[in-house]
């Protein structure tokens, strides 16, 4: 099947814009600005069911349509700050399809009024940024961004941002801080963006992956979109598979995909074909489920994650096999959690760092049993507390390690 | 008016204004939700997860728009997780659990975790007895911490942010309280946060550190012992120390103040002054004060008091002393001169105003700003809180730096600009405030009368003027003398009279003084006079509380011409030195008295520590010498002395010192319970003050003089003009013998446009040296590209004695030089 997504894998030079254009490139954009109103691009958006793909997994139309009509200018911002641990995709994207990426985020912009688009990256895709630049200044030579587009009566430009290098400026309203020269930490929420966004202002934030989808479906219909995957999850979704996998990479496949078909088919199996023991579908901030035949045979959409007690997230498949213990894997993501804690909120800023002692003895093997207990206990201390996701992130691996796999912290702590 | 929600807390209904977070809702209930990092004065944060409560709301059947009823009642939806009091506003039927197991657990979650960083030092800190972080402890925490006691991380305990405020590193809790200050309530900007996570730490952003002169305030609001005063650390515990109400006496704001004391080994068992905290008064300071107030009280535990009295500068019995001064007096009846100054109480100068009048005498306010007749005419009105002032009103700040002369009425017209008020500050240059201001007015100096006349008239500003709601002008003494300041304050009343802004509370006049009740002296009848020389020659001077010869070598020579002078002050000065008798006063922590601040609000303050050697207070000394020459004065009693005032006075007519002690309830609440809430700030129990009514308001005729054109001295062409103004921490008598504040108060330097220091030869931190009216002086050099090339900017009490503009001749200084 021809990708949606990764394109450039089907066409070559994907990444100029003239053979980006003669393969259809910015022709939904130029037909929305002279022959669609704002919130027709947007109900079509919300007919193809597409849903955020940065992990929440939000109704992207839906969201688009809760911006403030009362309340102008309008922003648009792309969270291209893709930091999760086991995330590459849009990297990808931006790297190997960037005008279909621009194009969505162009298209997201007319739909909601907006005049400026950010395009937030974090600090080490400077490389990206100058790429991005340059496709910028190429589309605004071509007249595809500026004033007037089209001879119409709407203007655009986008702009990118770079990050410090900060996880926690993928939250959005974290973004939207540092964007405005601020520290990168999160707002209180509500307001939500859609209301009080950038500089005060109603803004859209969306993933990168998720703009790269519009075009295509602006093109083609909602329809075609949502033969596409599963009723509740509908089109396809770039999976980002990692660990221990032979061929470990981004697969563009259909929602609905099983892990067996992603891991097995895709991956090419397991590395010395061990036995898969646990797997992370959405990165660090997953929890871990136990894998077993049931497991290997769920489709991988969001509502059949969930019978396994894990969300699907940004769909960063990280594939533990029976060589790795699970309390090195909670070491290493609190390890993570713990450095990108922004400190704003206690539970967060204390926590972590309560945590990473525990995980520090008991994976070092000078914990005893109450230090797991007591692990478990400060995660769960944790959750429902924190200001924003991350802190809530950060436990549950640890929560869902000790639970599902208790054998393996008995281990680690008798040795 | 706003509308009125219902919602329920722990079962109990509450009625509070849309808009008001749950957080507040609780506390009118009396129910507390305890809390770090939410300050009822700032916007909330959010982030120290204290306050979490459960939060429920009724289900609202989406079809017909009405709530889902259940058994008769409606029906409440709980938000699955504990939501934060103080981020959520109240909504009409909106149900609050605070005391459940759930929210019992969250609290207690959250103080295990402020624990495992916190160094508990308690024995050890300054907050330790006046601690939100151990109170809230005490009562929600674990009585044990799982965390182990060796993993705590160290941080640094002794880092000055600037070297009035302390930080302890491992006691900071993040709450970003003193950040949030100085950004939404001061404006500036100078405290941050570096690094993140658990490495997370307040910085100084600016150079020198903690660059701001509300500093103090942070050590007040922080919950935990992280930011301590360079005046007070590891000074005593706070449940040693006695609080004694008073009134700020070093600018005319009239901040309600405490003092702390106790018993004090090093001074020789003697109660002295520990430190000095606001006291809550919504209507004047609400809960802040500035580190002048709060830092520069050392002056009364000089070593130069005066505790004996002299005679011809040997020490003498006060009976001596008091039988020289009033045989002299009795001898010269009407060649006697008072010149006293707004430093002293209103109790003070209304027994020196009589001794004067009974004696035929003269008496004359020791001041560079005139304009005092004008404020009790169309002054504000009874009333009036800069705290209503937003939306629709104006306040014009003309010829006034507030930041620098008044510091509290800074932060409180900023902050009414940050409500919507239009603020219009004019100037001849720029001041802190302008940033705030919708209208920036940059004068020509000599143009302070035209500039307000043209707010009359047709242009926007001028309308916006005329027509707001309400309207208050601040007029000061930037840049101007005695003359300048009279004609400038003749022409903002002409203004507020013209445009009926007169008479009511939120509208009118207020003089920013140079002294804290120089608003009193005038009500007491005294008056500045143009020509002081003239007035000393020949005459018996009693100078009470005003040093004219340490001020300017010119006042030392006039009086040398005076036949006897008799001096009474607390410190030794060159006046004193100059004296045929000193008589030594008790500070006014040592003594009871009423001052009248600018807003025209008589205020109470009262003794703290004991006398110092023999003083006396001030209107006891002129009551004495009063009785001796056969004048009813009150000699005991500031309280008798302040109703014999009230008696006599017009505009005090009606008050006592009951109605100036009265008090009612305010909002945030503050005080000893409640510190986790509103900070160290003091309670008011020791009262408000009462405002004076104007004569606008009594109806009377308002006579006001003719505004003359010209209000100072301009710059010529072919010479600079030496033009006076006010810094905060300069080197007066109350100021300078705080060492915390020498590096602030630093060198006398004075200001040039960059033009001017390049025709000089002069670059910053070079020298010059100055000469004017027959003086010279050296100075530091400053640049500042918001003045005229034709004026010098002189900071007034830097030993510079320029009193009005003046024409002056400036030469660069290749060689340092110091004088």
Same mark, same amino acid.
């Given at each position: 099947?021809?990708?949606?997504?990764?394109?450039?894998?089907?066409?070559?030079?994907?990444?100029?814009?003239?053979?980006?254009?003669?393969?259809?490139?910015?022709?939904?954009?130029?037909?929305?600005?002279?022959?669609?109103?704002?919130?027709?691009?947007?109900?079509?958006?919300?007919?193809?069911?597409?849903?955020?793909?940065?992990?929440?997994?939000?109704?992207?139309?839906?969201?688009?349509?809760?911006?403030?009509?009362?309340?102008?200018?309008?922003?648009?911002?792309?969270?291209?700050?893709?930091?999760?641990?086991?995330?590459?995709?849009?990297?990808?994207?931006?790297?190997?399809?960037?005008?279909?990426?621009?194009?969505?985020?162009?298209?997201?912009?007319?739909?909601?009024?907006?005049?400026?688009?950010?395009?937030?990256?974090?600090?080490?895709?400077?490389?990206?940024?100058?790429?991005?630049?340059?496709?910028?200044?190429?589309?605004?030579?071509?007249?595809?961004?500026?004033?007037?587009?089209?001879?119409?009566?709407?203007?655009?430009?986008?702009?990118?941002?770079?990050?410090?290098?900060?996880?926690?400026?993928?939250?959005?309203?974290?973004?939207?801080?540092?964007?405005?020269?601020?520290?990168?930490?999160?707002?209180?929420?509500?307001?939500?963006?859609?209301?009080?966004?950038?500089?005060?202002?109603?803004?859209?934030?969306?993933?990168?992956?998720?703009?790269?989808?519009?075009?295509?479906?602006?093109?083609?219909?909602?329809?075609?979109?949502?033969?596409?995957?599963?009723?509740?999850?509908?089109?396809?979704?770039?999976?980002?598979?990692?660990?221990?996998?032979?061929?470990?990479?981004?697969?563009?496949?259909?929602?609905?995909?099983?892990?067996?078909?992603?891991?097995?088919?895709?991956?090419?199996?397991?590395?010395?074909?061990?036995?898969?023991?646990?797997?992370?579908?959405?990165?660090?901030?997953?929890?871990?489920?136990?894998?077993?035949?049931?497991?290997?045979?769920?489709?991988?959409?969001?509502?059949?994650?969930?019978?396994?007690?894990?969300?699907?997230?940004?769909?960063?498949?990280?594939?533990?096999?029976?060589?790795?213990?699970?309390?090195?894997?909670?070491?290493?993501?609190?390890?993570?959690?713990?450095?990108?804690?922004?400190?704003?909120?206690?539970?967060?800023?204390?926590?972590?760092?309560?945590?990473?002692?525990?995980?520090?003895?008991?994976?070092?093997?000078?914990?005893?049993?109450?230090?797991?207990?007591?692990?478990?206990?400060?995660?769960?201390?944790?959750?429902?507390?924190?200001?924003?996701?991350?802190?809530?992130?950060?436990?549950?691996?640890?929560?869902?390690?000790?639970?599902?796999?208790?054998?393996?912290?008995?281990?680690?702590?008798?040795? | 008016?706003?509308?009125?929600?219902?919602?329920?807390?722990?079962?109990?209904?509450?009625?509070?204004?849309?808009?008001?977070?749950?957080?507040?809702?609780?506390?009118?209930?009396?129910?507390?939700?305890?809390?770090?990092?939410?300050?009822?004065?700032?916007?909330?944060?959010?982030?120290?997860?204290?306050?979490?409560?459960?939060?429920?709301?009724?289900?609202?059947?989406?079809?017909?728009?009405?709530?889902?009823?259940?058994?008769?009642?409606?029906?409440?939806?709980?938000?699955?997780?504990?939501?934060?009091?103080?981020?959520?506003?109240?909504?009409?039927?909106?149900?609050?659990?605070?005391?459940?197991?759930?929210?019992?657990?969250?609290?207690?979650?959250?103080?295990?975790?402020?624990?495992?960083?916190?160094?508990?030092?308690?024995?050890?800190?300054?907050?330790?007895?006046?601690?939100?972080?151990?109170?809230?402890?005490?009562?929600?925490?674990?009585?044990?911490?799982?965390?182990?006691?060796?993993?705590?991380?160290?941080?640094?305990?002794?880092?000055?942010?600037?070297?009035?405020?302390?930080?302890?590193?491992?006691?900071?809790?993040?709450?970003?309280?003193?950040?949030?200050?100085?950004?939404?309530?001061?404006?500036?900007?100078?405290?941050?946060?570096?690094?993140?996570?658990?490495?997370?730490?307040?910085?100084?952003?600016?150079?020198?550190?903690?660059?701001?002169?509300? $500093?103090?305030?942070?050590?007040?609001? =922080? @919950? +935990? !012992?992280?930011? &301590? #005063?360079?005046?007070? /650390?590891?000074? *005593?515990?706070?449940?040693?120390?006695?609080? $004694?109400?008073?009134?700020?006496?070093? =600018? @005319? +704001? !009239?901040?309600? &103040? #405490?003092?702390?004391? /106790?018993?004090? *080994?090093?001074?020789?068992?003697?109660?002295?002054?520990?430190?000095?905290?606001?006291?809550?008064?919504?209507?004047?300071?609400?809960?802040?004060?500035?580190?002048?107030?709060?830092?520069?009280?050392?002056?009364?535990?000089?070593?130069?008091?005066?505790?004996?009295?002299?005679?011809?500068?040997?020490?003498?019995?006060?009976?001596?002393?008091?039988?020289?001064?009033?045989?002299?007096?009795?001898?010269?009846?009407?060649?006697?001169?008072?010149?006293?100054?707004?430093?002293?109480?209103?109790?003070?100068?209304?027994?020196?105003?009589?001794?004067?009048?009974?004696?035929?005498?003269?008496?004359?306010?020791?001041?560079?700003?005139?304009?005092?007749?004008?404020?009790?005419?169309?002054?504000?009105?009874?009333?009036?809180?800069?705290?209503?002032?937003?939306?629709?009103?104006?306040?014009?700040?003309?010829?006034?730096?507030?930041?620098?002369?008044?510091?509290?009425?800074?932060?409180?017209?900023?902050?009414?600009?940050?409500?919507?008020?239009?603020?219009?500050?004019?100037?001849?240059?720029?001041?802190?405030?302008?940033?705030?201001?919708?209208?920036?007015?940059?004068?020509?100096?000599?143009?302070?009368?035209?500039?307000?006349?043209?707010?009359?008239?047709?242009?926007?500003?001028?309308?916006?003027?005329?027509?707001?709601?309400?309207?208050?002008?601040?007029?000061?003494?930037?840049?101007?003398?005695?003359?300048?300041?009279?004609?400038?304050?003749?022409?903002?009343?002409?203004?507020?009279?013209?445009?009926?802004?007169?008479?009511?509370?939120?509208?009118?006049?207020?003089?920013?003084?140079?002294?804290?009740?120089?608003?009193?002296?005038?009500?007491?009848?005294?008056?500045?006079?143009?020509?002081?020389?003239?007035?000393?020659?020949?005459?018996?001077?009693?100078?009470?509380?005003?040093?004219?010869?340490?001020?300017?070598?010119?006042?030392?020579?006039?009086?040398?011409?005076?036949?006897?002078?008799?001096?009474?002050?607390?410190?030794?000065?060159?006046?004193?030195?100059?004296?045929?008798?000193?008589?030594?006063?008790?500070?006014?922590?040592?003594?009871?008295?009423?001052?009248?601040?600018?807003?025209?609000?008589?205020?109470?303050?009262?003794?703290?520590?004991?006398?110092?050697?023999?003083?006396?207070?001030?209107?006891?000394?002129?009551?004495?010498?009063?009785?001796?020459?056969?004048?009813?004065?009150?000699?005991?009693?500031?309280?008798?002395?302040?109703?014999?005032?009230?008696?006599?006075?017009?505009?005090?007519?009606?008050?006592?010192?009951?109605?100036?002690?009265?008090?009612?309830?305010?909002?945030?609440?503050?005080?000893?319970?409640?510190?986790?809430?509103?900070?160290?700030?003091?309670?008011?129990?020791?009262?408000?003050?009462?405002?004076?009514?104007?004569?606008?308001?009594?109806?009377?005729?308002?006579?006001?003089?003719?505004?003359?054109?010209?209000?100072?001295?301009?710059?010529?062409?072919?010479?600079?003009?030496?033009?006076?103004?006010?810094?905060?921490?300069?080197?007066?008598?109350?100021?300078?013998?705080?060492?915390?504040?020498?590096?602030?108060?630093?060198?006398?330097?004075?200001?040039?446009?960059?033009?001017?220091?390049?025709?000089?030869?002069?670059?910053?931190?070079?020298?010059?040296?100055?000469?004017?009216?027959?003086?010279?002086?050296?100075?530091?050099?400053?640049?500042?590209?918001?003045?005229?090339?034709?004026?010098?900017?002189?900071?007034?009490?830097?030993?510079?004695?320029?009193?009005?503009?003046?024409?002056?001749?400036?030469?660069?200084?290749?060689?340092?030089?110091?004088?």
């Amino acid at each position: 099947m021809a990708h949606v997504l990764l394109r450039h894998r089907d066409i070559p030079n994907l990444n100029q814009l003239d053979v980006y254009q003669k393969n259809g490139g910015f022709e939904a954009f130029q037909k929305a600005v002279t022959a669609m109103k704002p919130n027709e691009v947007t109900d079509v958006v919300k007919a193809s069911g597409l849903r955020g793909r940065g992990g929440a997994g939000f109704p992207t139309g839906m969201k688009w349509s809760f911006i403030d009509n009362k309340n102008w200018p309008h922003y648009v911002v792309a969270n291209a700050d893709e930091s999760e641990p086991g995330t590459f995709k849009d990297r990808e994207i931006m790297e190997s399809n960037p005008f279909q990426f621009l194009e969505g985020l162009a298209l997201a912009s007319y739909a909601v009024g907006a005049n400026a688009a950010y395009i937030y990256l974090r600090g080490e895709f400077w490389q990206v940024a100058a790429l991005l630049d340059e496709k910028i200044a190429d589309m605004e030579k071509a007249g595809l961004l500026g004033e007037k587009l089209f001879g119409s009566d709407y203007s655009l430009k986008i702009y990118t941002h770079l990050g410090a290098g900060a996880y926690i400026c993928g939250e959005e309203t974290a973004l939207l801080e540092s964007i405005e020269g601020k520290r990168g930490q999160p707002r209180i929420r509500p307001p939500f963006p859609p209301a009080y966004g950038l500089y005060g202002k109603p803004t859209i934030v969306n993933n990168v992956e998720t703009f790269t989808n519009v075009p295509l479906i602006l093109a083609y219909g909602a329809e075609w979109y949502k033969s596409m995957g599963t009723p509740d999850s509908a089109g396809v979704k770039i999976f980002s598979l990692s660990g221990r996998v032979k061929k470990p990479g981004n697969y563009e496949l259909p929602f609905g995909t099983t892990f067996r078909e992603l891991v097995y088919n895709y991956g090419g199996g397991i590395l010395d074909d061990r036995p898969v023991k646990a797997i992370m579908p959405a990165g660090a901030s997953s929890s871990l489920i136990v894998v077993d035949d049931k497991a290997l045979d769920t489709p991988m959409d969001y509502a059949s994650v969930r019978t396994l007690g894990a969300d699907l997230g940004s769909a960063s498949v990280i594939v533990i096999d029976d060589t790795v213990s699970i309390d090195w894997v909670i070491n290493k993501t609190i390890h993570f959690f713990k450095h990108e804690s922004c400190g704003k909120c206690t539970p967060c800023r204390e926590g972590n760092h309560w945590m990473l002692h525990l995980t520090e003895r008991i994976h070092s093997g000078e914990g005893s049993q109450n230090d797991v207990s007591l692990l478990l206990n400060v995660a769960k201390q944790m959750q429902g507390k924190c200001l924003c996701a991350l802190g809530e992130f950060a436990t549950m691996a640890v929560v869902t390690g000790i639970e599902r796999f208790p054998q393996d912290f008995q281990k680690a702590v008798k040795a | 008016m706003t509308k009125q929600l219902t919602l329920t807390i722990d079962g109990v209904q509450v009625t509070v204004p849309e808009g008001t977070l749950v957080v507040d809702a609780a506390k009118m209930a009396g129910i507390d939700i305890p809390v770090f990092c939410y300050h009822p004065k700032m916007e909330p944060a959010g982030n120290c997860r204290m306050c979490l409560v459960e939060v429920g709301r009724p289900v609202i059947d989406r079809a017909t728009g009405q709530a889902v009823m259940e058994n008769g009642q409606p029906k409440i939806q709980f938000m699955p997780k504990l939501e934060t009091a103080c981020t959520n506003t109240v909504s009409e039927g909106m149900v609050v659990l605070t005391q459940t197991e759930k929210v019992t657990e969250g609290r207690k979650g959250t103080l295990e975790f402020l624990l495992t960083s916190h160094p508990l030092d308690c024995p050890i800190c300054d907050k330790g007895g006046e601690c939100p972080l151990q109170n809230l402890t005490v009562e929600h925490g674990p009585g044990k911490s799982r965390f182990l006691y060796d993993e705590k991380q160290h941080l640094a305990k002794h880092v000055p942010l600037g070297e009035l405020i302390w930080l302890d590193r491992e006691r900071c809790i993040q709450c970003a309280r003193c950040i949030r200050f100085q950004d939404e309530i001061v404006g500036e900007a100078v405290l941050g946060f570096e690094a993140r996570g658990r490495m997370t730490q307040i910085i100084s952003l600016s150079e020198p550190g903690f660059d701001s002169v509300f $500093s103090g305030n942070t050590s007040d609001i =922080c @919950p +935990v !012992g992280a930011l &301590t #005063t360079a005046d007070f /650390r590891f000074g *005593a515990r706070p449940w040693e120390l006695k609080a $004694s109400a008073s009134i700020c006496s070093q =600018c @005319p +704001v !009239g901040c309600n &103040t #405490t003092f702390n004391t /106790r018993r004090e *080994a090093k001074a020789g068992g003697e109660i002295v002054i520990k430190r000095v905290m606001p006291r809550q008064n919504e209507e004047v300071n609400e809960i802040w004060m500035c580190d002048k107030g709060r830092f520069a009280y050392h002056y009364a535990e000089s070593a130069q008091r005066l505790v004996k009295p002299t005679v011809r500068q040997a020490k003498a019995s006060w009976t001596d002393a008091f039988d020289l001064v009033t045989q002299t007096f009795e001898a010269s009846k009407s060649d006697v001169v008072v010149l006293a100054s707004g430093r002293l109480s209103n109790e003070d100068l209304f027994n020196l105003k009589s001794l004067a009048d009974g004696l035929g005498g003269k008496s004359i306010l020791y001041t560079d700003m005139g304009g005092g007749n004008l404020t009790a005419q169309v002054g504000v009105g009874q009333g009036t809180d800069l705290g209503k002032l937003g939306k629709g009103d104006t306040i014009l700040v003309v010829a006034s730096d507030l930041y620098e002369e008044a510091p509290v009425w800074y932060l409180r017209v900023k902050q009414a600009a940050d409500r919507g008020a239009t603020l219009i500050v004019a100037n001849s240059r720029h001041t802190k405030l302008e940033r705030f201001a919708r209208y920036a007015i940059r004068y020509a100096n000599g143009d302070e009368v035209k500039t307000v006349a043209d707010l009359q008239g047709d242009s926007k500003i001028a309308q916006e003027f005329a027509n707001a709601q309400n309207a208050v002008v601040f007029f000061g003494s930037d840049g101007l003398g005695l003359n300048g300041s009279a004609n400038l304050a003749a022409a903002c009343a002409k203004l507020l009279q013209d445009t009926k802004h007169v008479g009511k509370a939120n509208n009118g006049l207020i003089g920013v003084w140079q002294r804290a009740n120089d608003q009193g002296a005038w009500e007491m009848g005294f008056r500045p006079e143009a020509d002081l020389a003239s007035a000393f020659k020949n005459k018996i001077v009693y100078i009470v509380g005003a040093d004219p010869a340490g001020d300017d070598p010119a006042l030392a020579l006039a009086l040398k011409g005076a036949r006897f002078i008799v001096v009474q002050d607390i410190l030794e000065t060159l006046t004193t030195h100059m004296a045929d008798v000193v008589l030594p006063a008790q500070a006014y922590t040592e003594r009871e008295g009423t001052y009248t601040s600018g807003e025209r609000r008589v205020q109470r303050f009262y003794a703290a520590v004991p006398v110092h050697g023999e003083a006396k207070a001030d209107f006891a000394i002129a009551g004495e010498i009063g009785r001796r020459l056969g004048l009813n004065t009150e000699n005991g009693s500031a309280m008798v002395t302040f109703d014999r005032l009230a008696a006599s006075v017009k505009d005090f007519a009606g008050l006592d010192t009951n109605k100036l002690a009265e008090v009612k309830p305010q909002w945030p609440i503050v005080g000893r319970g409640d510190l986790y809430y509103g900070g160290t700030t003091y309670e008011n129990k020791q009262g408000l003050g009462v405002q004076l009514s104007t004569a606008a308001e009594r109806g009377e005729a308002v006579s006001l003089p003719e505004v003359r054109a010209e209000s100072a001295l301009r710059p010529r062409e072919d010479q600079l003009l030496a033009v006076p103004v006010t810094k905060l921490y300069d080197r007066g008598q109350t100021v300078a013998s705080t060492e915390l504040l020498t590096q602030r108060i630093g060198e006398p330097t004075v200001s040039l446009h960059p033009e001017t220091a390049k025709r000089l030869g002069v670059a910053a931190g070079g020298r010059v040296s100055l000469a004017f009216n027959g003086l010279s002086a050296e100075a530091l050099v400053k640049i500042d590209d918001t003045i005229s090339a034709g004026v010098v900017l002189v900071p007034r009490s830097m030993g510079l004695a320029v009193r009005e503009p003046v024409s002056v001749q400036v030469l660069g200084l290749a060689e340092a030089k110091v004088s």
